[in-house]
Nanobody, 126 residues
Framework: QVQLVESGGGLVQAGGSLRLSCVASGRTFSTYPTAWFRQAPGKERELVAAISRWGAGTSHTDSVKGRFTISRDNAKNTLYLQMNSLKPEDTAVYYC???????????????????WGQGTQVTVSS
């Protein structure tokens, strides 16, 4: 079983940037697609971005395209989310997740993920 630990969240003004990291341990990180999800108060958890096992394929939700970039470094067992031009509506708890199987493409459904980190809070002030 893999364990995931996120870091990098915090308070930032609108227009600012943050870089989230997620360090994995316990199983071969490169075997599984991974993703970032977020959940704002009173809202359902939503996909932010997903990435394939070796990083060749990515998928970003429309609201973050051109602002956020998902990447991974399998040698470091680490998943990243670079967030630029942050907006107040990006405020949420951000979770990294690892897929439940060795899919070849990025996965966009929460049901495709069975391992989650504890979350890191991102707050964007206006």
């Amino acid at each position: 079983q893999v364990q995931l630990v996120e870091s990098g969240g915090g308070l930032v003004q609108a227009g600012g940037s943050l870089r989230l990291s997620c360090v994995a341990s316990g199983r071969t990180f490169s075997t599984y697609p991974t993703a970032w999800f977020r959940q704002a108060p009173g809202k359902e958890r939503e996909l932010v971005a997903a990435i394939s096992r070796w990083g060749a394929g990515t998928s970003h939700t429309d609201s973050v395209k051109g602002r956020f970039t998902i990447s991974r470094d399998n040698a470091k067992n680490t998943l990243y989310l670079q967030m630029n031009s942050l907006k107040p509506e990006d405020t949420a708890v951000y979770y990294c997740a690892a897929a439940n199987s060795a899919y070849s493409l990025p996965r966009v459904r929460p049901s495709d993920y069975n391992t989650w980190g504890q979350g890191t809070q991102v707050t964007v002030s206006s």
